[in-house]
Protein backbone atom coordinates (compact mmCIF):
# COMPACT_ATOMS: atom_id res chain seq x y z
CA UNK A 1 0.00 0.00 0.00
CA UNK A 2 1.61 3.39 -0.86
CA UNK A 3 1.09 6.27 1.06
CA UNK A 4 -0.20 9.36 -1.09
CA UNK A 5 1.43 12.15 1.31
CA UNK A 6 0.48 16.11 1.30
CA UNK A 7 1.30 18.02 -1.63
CA UNK A 8 2.79 21.65 -0.72
CA UNK A 9 0.00 23.26 -2.15
CA UNK A 10 -2.25 21.60 0.02
CA UNK A 11 -0.15 22.44 2.81
CA UNK A 12 -0.51 26.06 1.15
CA UNK A 13 -3.75 26.20 1.11
CA UNK A 14 -4.12 24.91 4.88
CA UNK A 15 -1.64 27.73 6.17
CA UNK A 16 -3.96 30.34 4.08
CA UNK A 17 -7.42 28.73 5.52
CA UNK A 18 -6.57 28.15 8.76
CA UNK A 19 -3.66 30.79 9.25
CA UNK A 20 -0.14 30.18 11.09
CA UNK A 21 1.29 28.45 13.36
CA UNK A 22 -0.65 25.34 12.31
CA UNK A 23 -0.19 21.67 13.29
CA UNK A 24 -0.95 19.32 10.67
CA UNK A 25 -1.83 15.46 10.82
CA UNK A 26 -1.72 13.08 8.09
CA UNK A 27 -4.73 10.64 8.82
CA UNK A 28 -3.58 7.81 6.41
CA UNK A 29 -0.25 8.22 7.29
CA UNK A 30 -1.01 7.27 11.14
CA UNK A 31 -2.95 4.21 10.49
CA UNK A 32 -0.05 3.29 7.26
CA UNK A 33 2.05 3.32 10.33
CA UNK A 34 0.55 1.25 13.12
CA UNK A 35 -0.76 -1.35 9.61
CA UNK A 36 3.82 -1.68 9.27
CA UNK A 37 4.02 -1.80 12.96
CA UNK A 38 1.13 -4.40 13.65
CA UNK A 39 2.39 -6.57 10.38
CA UNK A 40 5.93 -6.60 11.51
CA UNK A 41 4.77 -9.20 14.05
CA UNK A 42 2.96 -12.12 11.86
CA UNK A 43 3.32 -15.07 13.65
CA UNK A 44 2.39 -14.00 17.09
CA UNK A 45 -0.34 -12.14 19.20
CA UNK A 46 0.49 -8.62 19.05
CA UNK A 47 -1.39 -5.80 20.43
CA UNK A 48 -0.35 -2.51 20.30
CA UNK A 49 -0.82 0.71 22.82
CA UNK A 50 -0.22 3.68 21.51
CA UNK A 51 1.39 5.91 23.54
CA UNK A 52 -0.52 9.17 23.66
CA UNK A 53 1.84 11.32 25.50
CA UNK A 54 2.98 11.64 22.22
CA UNK A 55 0.23 12.95 20.86
CA UNK A 56 -3.28 13.13 22.36
CA UNK A 57 -6.23 14.89 20.74
CA UNK A 58 -9.19 12.97 20.83
CA UNK A 59 -9.51 12.97 17.29
CA UNK A 60 -6.07 10.91 17.24
CA UNK A 61 -6.94 8.44 19.11
CA UNK A 62 -10.17 7.47 17.56
CA UNK A 63 -8.52 6.81 14.54
CA UNK A 64 -6.49 4.54 16.40
CA UNK A 65 -9.01 2.90 18.42
CA UNK A 66 -10.54 2.25 14.82
CA UNK A 67 -7.43 0.63 13.68
CA UNK A 68 -7.70 -1.70 17.16
CA UNK A 69 -4.97 0.11 18.74
CA UNK A 70 -4.89 0.27 23.13
CA UNK A 71 -3.73 3.10 24.94
CA UNK A 72 -0.33 3.62 27.27
CA UNK A 73 -1.10 6.26 29.53
CA UNK A 74 1.58 7.39 31.88
CA UNK A 75 -0.78 9.89 33.95
CA UNK A 76 -4.37 9.90 35.17
CA UNK A 77 -5.75 12.29 33.27
CA UNK A 78 -3.99 10.67 30.20
CA UNK A 79 -6.24 7.35 31.34
CA UNK A 80 -9.39 9.88 31.23
CA UNK A 81 -8.41 10.86 27.81
CA UNK A 82 -8.60 7.29 26.80
CA UNK A 83 -11.81 6.91 28.39
CA UNK A 84 -12.97 9.66 27.16
CA UNK A 85 -12.28 8.98 23.36
CA UNK A 86 -14.19 5.30 23.88
CA UNK A 87 -11.10 2.90 24.73
CA UNK A 88 -12.27 0.23 27.04
CA UNK A 89 -10.38 0.34 30.33
CA UNK A 90 -9.11 -3.52 29.29
CA UNK A 91 -7.28 -1.41 26.13
CA UNK A 92 -5.71 0.87 28.44
CA UNK A 93 -1.91 0.29 30.49
CA UNK A 94 -1.24 2.85 32.73
CA UNK A 95 2.53 3.11 33.53
CA UNK A 96 3.05 6.07 36.25
CA UNK A 97 6.52 7.20 37.76
CA UNK A 98 6.80 8.57 40.80
CA UNK A 99 3.16 9.50 41.57
CA UNK A 100 1.41 9.55 44.82
CA UNK A 101 -0.56 5.72 45.62
CA UNK A 102 -3.62 7.44 45.84
CA UNK A 103 -3.52 7.67 41.81
CA UNK A 104 -2.80 3.75 41.19
CA UNK A 105 -5.52 3.24 43.12
CA UNK A 106 -7.95 5.49 41.29
CA UNK A 107 -6.55 3.64 38.03
CA UNK A 108 -7.18 0.64 39.90
CA UNK A 109 -10.71 1.68 40.63
CA UNK A 110 -11.33 2.97 36.63
CA UNK A 111 -10.46 -1.02 35.67
CA UNK A 112 -7.29 -0.07 33.71
CA UNK A 113 -3.71 -2.19 33.21
CA UNK A 114 -1.45 -0.85 36.24
CA UNK A 115 2.14 -1.09 35.73
CA UNK A 116 4.00 -0.47 38.60
CA UNK A 117 7.81 0.35 38.35
CA UNK A 118 8.87 0.81 42.24
CA UNK A 119 9.15 -1.98 44.79
CA UNK A 120 7.83 0.12 47.98
CA UNK A 121 4.94 0.91 45.35
CA UNK A 122 4.67 -3.10 44.65
CA UNK A 123 4.35 -3.53 48.30
CA UNK A 124 1.81 -1.04 48.75
CA UNK A 125 -0.03 -2.34 46.26
CA UNK A 126 0.10 -5.84 47.61
CA UNK A 127 -1.19 -4.85 51.25
CA UNK A 128 -3.96 -3.07 49.79
CA UNK A 129 -5.16 -5.50 46.82
CA UNK A 130 -2.96 -8.63 47.47
CA UNK A 131 -4.56 -11.31 44.43
CA UNK A 132 -7.79 -8.97 43.73
CA UNK A 133 -5.87 -7.18 41.43
CA UNK A 134 -3.75 -8.15 39.10
CA UNK A 135 -0.29 -5.65 37.88
CA UNK A 136 2.44 -5.90 35.49
CA UNK A 137 6.21 -5.26 36.91
CA UNK A 138 8.18 -2.72 34.75
CA UNK A 139 11.90 -4.11 34.91
CA UNK A 140 15.08 -2.00 34.46
CA UNK A 141 16.97 -4.29 32.21
CA UNK A 142 20.25 -1.63 32.00
CA UNK A 143 20.69 -2.14 28.10
CA UNK A 144 21.83 1.38 26.68
CA UNK A 145 19.84 2.60 23.33
CA UNK A 146 21.64 4.61 20.91
CA UNK A 147 21.20 7.92 20.11
CA UNK A 148 20.93 11.09 22.82
CA UNK A 149 21.41 10.57 26.57
CA UNK A 150 18.30 12.21 27.62
CA UNK A 151 16.07 9.81 25.95
CA UNK A 152 17.57 6.79 27.42
CA UNK A 153 15.99 5.29 30.11
CA UNK A 154 17.02 1.67 30.20
CA UNK A 155 20.69 2.99 32.07
CA UNK A 156 21.81 2.39 35.52
CA UNK A 157 20.99 6.04 36.35
CA UNK A 158 17.93 6.01 34.95
CA UNK A 159 14.72 6.66 37.85
CA UNK A 160 12.09 4.33 35.48
CA UNK A 161 11.28 0.69 36.25
CA UNK A 162 12.74 -1.91 39.02
CA UNK A 163 16.07 -2.88 38.16
CA UNK A 164 16.60 -6.39 37.04
CA UNK A 165 19.30 -6.89 39.77
CA UNK A 166 16.57 -6.95 42.50
CA UNK A 167 14.77 -9.55 41.23
CA UNK A 168 15.19 -11.92 44.46
CA UNK A 169 13.57 -8.51 46.12
CA UNK A 170 10.65 -8.45 43.41
CA UNK A 171 9.68 -12.04 43.98
CA UNK A 172 9.86 -11.89 47.89
CA UNK A 173 7.15 -8.87 48.23
CA UNK A 174 4.73 -10.96 45.06
CA UNK A 175 5.32 -14.27 47.24
CA UNK A 176 4.52 -12.85 50.14
CA UNK A 177 1.66 -10.65 49.19
CA UNK A 178 0.66 -13.23 46.74
CA UNK A 179 0.72 -10.55 44.06
CA UNK A 180 -1.17 -12.13 40.52
CA UNK A 181 1.82 -10.84 38.27
CA UNK A 182 0.34 -10.59 34.87
CA UNK A 183 2.84 -9.04 33.04
CA UNK A 184 6.29 -7.86 32.85
CA UNK A 185 7.23 -4.60 30.74
CA UNK A 186 10.86 -2.80 30.45
CA UNK A 187 10.88 0.39 28.21
CA UNK A 188 14.44 1.22 27.18
CA UNK A 189 14.30 4.86 25.36
CA UNK A 190 13.37 5.86 22.36
CA UNK A 191 16.23 5.66 19.85
CA UNK A 192 16.61 1.95 19.60
CA UNK A 193 17.96 0.97 16.33
CA UNK A 194 19.46 -2.49 16.32
CA UNK A 195 17.22 -5.69 16.62
CA UNK A 196 20.26 -7.49 18.81
CA UNK A 197 19.90 -4.76 21.29
CA UNK A 198 16.37 -5.02 21.78
CA UNK A 199 16.93 -8.78 21.66
CA UNK A 200 19.41 -8.54 24.48
CA UNK A 201 16.63 -6.44 26.75
CA UNK A 202 14.03 -9.19 25.42
CA UNK A 203 16.08 -12.21 26.49
CA UNK A 204 16.64 -10.41 30.18
CA UNK A 205 13.39 -10.25 30.71
CA UNK A 206 12.34 -13.76 29.14
CA UNK A 207 14.70 -15.06 32.34
CA UNK A 208 12.81 -13.21 34.88
CA UNK A 209 9.70 -14.43 33.40
CA UNK A 210 10.45 -17.77 34.11
CA UNK A 211 9.75 -17.34 37.95
CA UNK A 212 6.33 -15.70 37.42
CA UNK A 213 3.57 -18.33 36.73
CA UNK A 214 0.33 -16.04 36.09
CA UNK A 215 1.85 -14.00 33.04
CA UNK A 216 -0.62 -12.78 29.91
CA UNK A 217 1.52 -10.74 28.16
CA UNK A 218 5.18 -9.32 28.03
CA UNK A 219 5.59 -5.64 27.15
CA UNK A 220 8.31 -4.65 25.07
CA UNK A 221 7.34 -0.87 24.99
CA UNK A 222 8.87 0.96 22.43
CA UNK A 223 11.87 2.75 21.23
CA UNK A 224 11.47 2.43 17.59
CA UNK A 225 12.86 5.09 15.69
CA UNK A 226 11.71 7.05 12.78
CA UNK A 227 14.11 9.26 10.03
CA UNK A 228 14.69 12.81 11.04
CA UNK A 229 17.43 14.22 8.36
CA UNK A 230 16.56 13.10 4.97
CA UNK A 231 19.55 10.22 4.89
CA UNK A 232 18.54 8.89 8.65
CA UNK A 233 18.98 5.45 9.33
CA UNK A 234 15.75 4.19 10.89
CA UNK A 235 14.92 1.19 12.89
CA UNK A 236 14.03 -1.70 10.71
CA UNK A 237 10.79 -2.93 11.66
CA UNK A 238 10.11 -5.86 9.80
CA UNK A 239 13.88 -7.26 10.83
CA UNK A 240 13.12 -6.34 14.73
CA UNK A 241 9.57 -7.96 14.21
CA UNK A 242 10.85 -11.29 12.53
CA UNK A 243 13.67 -11.57 15.41
CA UNK A 244 11.58 -10.77 18.09
CA UNK A 245 8.52 -12.86 16.96
CA UNK A 246 10.88 -16.05 16.66
CA UNK A 247 12.43 -15.11 20.02
CA UNK A 248 9.21 -15.00 22.12
CA UNK A 249 7.70 -17.81 19.95
CA UNK A 250 10.31 -20.15 21.58
CA UNK A 251 9.79 -18.24 24.73
CA UNK A 252 6.27 -19.29 24.84
CA UNK A 253 6.95 -23.05 24.03
CA UNK A 254 9.09 -23.16 26.82
CA UNK A 255 6.69 -20.97 29.13
CA UNK A 256 4.07 -23.33 28.50
CA UNK A 257 1.57 -21.05 27.32
CA UNK A 258 1.05 -18.50 24.37
CA UNK A 259 1.38 -14.91 25.58
CA UNK A 260 0.71 -11.76 24.13
CA UNK A 261 3.33 -9.48 23.19
CA UNK A 262 2.71 -5.78 23.73
CA UNK A 263 4.16 -2.71 22.53
CA UNK A 264 3.88 0.63 23.50
CA UNK A 265 4.78 2.55 20.28
CA UNK A 266 4.13 6.87 20.07
CA UNK A 267 7.13 8.54 17.69
CA UNK A 268 7.10 5.73 15.54
CA UNK A 269 2.87 5.78 14.38
CA UNK A 270 2.49 9.66 14.72
CA UNK A 271 5.86 11.65 14.09
CA UNK A 272 5.76 11.26 10.52
CA UNK A 273 2.12 11.90 10.35
CA UNK A 274 2.57 15.47 11.48
CA UNK A 275 4.12 19.06 10.19
CA UNK A 276 3.95 22.06 11.94
CA UNK A 277 3.45 25.08 9.41
CA UNK A 278 4.63 28.56 10.14
CA UNK A 279 5.07 31.99 8.80
CA UNK A 280 8.57 33.92 8.41
CA UNK A 281 7.78 37.13 9.98
CA UNK A 282 10.92 38.48 9.19
CA UNK A 283 14.94 38.14 7.38
CA UNK A 284 17.39 39.65 9.71
CA UNK A 285 21.06 39.80 8.86
CA UNK A 286 23.26 40.14 10.68
CA UNK A 287 27.35 40.01 10.90
CA UNK A 288 27.48 35.99 11.20
CA UNK A 289 24.08 34.95 9.82
CA UNK A 290 20.89 35.18 8.27
CA UNK A 291 18.06 34.67 10.35
CA UNK A 292 14.13 33.64 9.35
CA UNK A 293 12.33 34.52 12.29
CA UNK A 294 8.98 32.82 12.80
CA UNK A 295 5.65 33.47 13.79
CA UNK A 296 6.41 30.31 16.44
CA UNK A 297 8.99 28.58 18.32
CA UNK A 298 10.19 27.14 21.44
CA UNK A 299 7.00 27.47 23.24
CA UNK A 300 5.13 25.10 20.31
CA UNK A 301 7.56 23.02 19.11
CA UNK A 302 10.52 22.22 21.90
CA UNK A 303 12.39 19.24 20.75
CA UNK A 304 15.15 21.44 18.76
CA UNK A 305 16.03 23.26 21.77
CA UNK A 306 15.58 20.28 24.72
CA UNK A 307 16.55 17.13 23.07
CA UNK A 308 19.01 19.10 20.16
CA UNK A 309 16.57 17.52 17.49
CA UNK A 310 16.83 17.99 13.80
CA UNK A 311 13.51 18.74 12.48
CA UNK A 312 13.35 19.11 8.84
CA UNK A 313 12.62 22.59 7.30
CA UNK A 314 11.19 23.27 3.95
CA UNK A 315 9.90 27.02 2.46
CA UNK A 316 6.68 25.51 0.68
CA UNK A 317 5.95 28.81 -0.46
CA UNK A 318 9.30 29.13 -3.16
CA UNK A 319 10.07 25.64 -4.42
CA UNK A 320 11.76 27.30 -7.28
CA UNK A 321 13.84 29.40 -5.41
CA UNK A 322 17.41 29.40 -5.07
CA UNK A 323 19.46 27.62 -2.43
CA UNK A 324 20.51 30.02 0.95
CA UNK A 325 21.44 29.29 4.23
CA UNK A 326 19.22 30.18 7.29
CA UNK A 327 19.46 30.33 10.51
CA UNK A 328 15.48 29.59 11.48
CA UNK A 329 14.49 30.93 14.90
CA UNK A 330 11.31 31.37 16.80
CA UNK A 331 10.01 34.53 18.29
CA UNK A 332 10.22 33.87 22.36
CA UNK A 333 12.31 36.43 24.27
CA UNK A 334 14.64 32.92 24.79
CA UNK A 335 17.15 30.95 22.96
CA UNK A 336 14.77 29.82 20.57
CA UNK A 337 16.59 27.68 17.33
CA UNK A 338 14.43 25.98 15.20
CA UNK A 339 16.93 24.95 12.50
CA UNK A 340 20.71 26.09 12.65
CA UNK A 341 22.52 26.62 9.39
CA UNK A 342 19.99 24.94 7.28
CA UNK A 343 19.20 25.26 3.22
CA UNK A 344 16.33 26.46 2.54
CA UNK A 345 14.31 28.05 -0.97
CA UNK A 346 15.34 31.47 -0.35
CA UNK A 347 12.54 32.46 2.20
CA UNK A 348 10.78 35.92 1.57
CA UNK A 349 8.51 37.51 4.70
CA UNK A 350 5.58 35.62 4.50
CA UNK A 351 6.39 32.57 3.25
CA UNK A 352 5.31 29.68 4.89
CA UNK A 353 7.68 26.96 6.13
CA UNK A 354 7.23 23.24 7.03
CA UNK A 355 8.67 21.72 9.66
CA UNK A 356 8.17 17.83 9.67
CA UNK A 357 8.29 15.30 12.05
CA UNK A 358 6.03 17.43 14.16
CA UNK A 359 3.08 14.73 14.79
CA UNK A 360 5.15 13.10 18.10
CA UNK A 361 5.80 15.23 21.46
CA UNK A 362 4.99 18.96 19.15
CA UNK A 363 1.82 19.98 20.07
CA UNK A 364 1.85 17.87 23.40
CA UNK A 365 5.22 19.55 24.71
CA UNK A 366 3.82 23.00 23.77
CA UNK A 367 3.27 25.71 26.36
CA UNK A 368 2.44 29.47 26.50
CA UNK A 369 5.86 31.15 27.43
CA UNK A 370 5.96 34.47 26.39
CA UNK A 371 1.81 34.74 26.90
CA UNK A 372 2.22 33.01 23.21
CA UNK A 373 -0.95 31.33 22.07
CA UNK A 374 -0.93 28.00 21.31
CA UNK A 375 -1.65 27.03 17.57
CA UNK A 376 -4.70 25.03 15.89
CA UNK A 377 -4.74 21.60 14.97
CA UNK A 378 -5.63 20.56 11.54
CA UNK A 379 -6.63 16.28 10.59
CA UNK A 380 -6.36 15.20 6.77
CA UNK A 381 -8.09 12.92 5.89
CA UNK A 382 -9.06 11.20 2.41
CA UNK A 383 -7.50 15.18 1.08
CA UNK A 384 -9.74 17.11 2.87
CA UNK A 385 -8.93 19.54 6.02
CA UNK A 386 -10.66 19.17 9.05
CA UNK A 387 -10.13 21.78 12.21
CA UNK A 388 -9.52 19.01 15.27
CA UNK A 389 -8.44 22.23 17.90
CA UNK A 390 -9.17 25.50 17.41
CA UNK A 391 -6.42 28.19 18.09
CA UNK A 392 -6.12 29.51 21.78
CA UNK A 393 -7.34 32.77 22.64
CA UNK A 394 -6.82 35.38 25.23
CA UNK A 395 -9.23 34.27 27.42
CA UNK A 396 -7.64 30.59 27.24
CA UNK A 397 -4.74 31.93 29.23
CA UNK A 398 -6.37 33.38 31.96
CA UNK A 399 -9.21 31.50 32.47
CA UNK A 400 -7.58 28.91 35.53
CA UNK A 401 -6.40 32.63 36.90
CA UNK A 402 -8.14 34.29 40.56
CA UNK A 403 -8.24 38.01 40.25
CA UNK A 404 -8.40 39.40 43.64
CA UNK A 405 -10.25 42.08 44.27
CA UNK A 406 -9.45 44.45 47.22
CA UNK A 407 -6.62 43.13 48.56
CA UNK A 408 -3.80 45.01 46.65
C1 LIG B 1 7.08 7.63 26.10
C2 LIG B 1 6.80 6.20 26.30
C3 LIG B 1 6.56 5.38 25.20
C4 LIG B 1 6.61 5.85 23.77
O1 LIG B 1 7.89 6.15 23.33
P1 LIG B 1 8.14 6.57 21.80
O2 LIG B 1 9.58 6.83 21.72
O3 LIG B 1 7.33 7.78 21.51
O4 LIG B 1 7.70 5.44 20.94
C5 LIG B 1 6.25 4.05 25.47
N1 LIG B 1 6.19 3.56 26.72
C6 LIG B 1 6.41 4.34 27.80
C7 LIG B 1 6.31 3.74 29.16
C8 LIG B 1 6.73 5.68 27.63
O5 LIG B 1 6.97 6.43 28.71
Known sequence: MELVKISDSEYQKIAQEFGTPVYVYHAESIEHQYQRLLNAFPSVNVKLHYALKALNNINVLRILKAQGAGLDAVSIQEVQLGLRAGFAPSEIMYTPNCVDFAEIKEAVALGVHINIDNISILEHFGHEFGATVPCCIRLNPHIMAGGHSHISVGHIDSKF??????????????????????????????????????????????????????????????????????????????????????????????????????????????????????KANVIKQTTSTVFVGVDSGQNHLIRPMFYDAYHHIENISHADGAMRLYSVVGYICETDTLGYDRKLQEVREGDVLRIHNAGAYGFSMSNNYNARLRPAEVLVRNGEAHLIRRREVLDDLIRSEIELEGLI
Open 161 to 278: GISIYQLRHVLRVVESLKIKVNGLHMHTGSDILDAEVFLRGAELLFDAARSFKDLEFMDFGSGFKVGYKPNDIVTDIEEIGEKISAAFVTFCEEYGRKLELWFEPGKFIVSESGSLLV
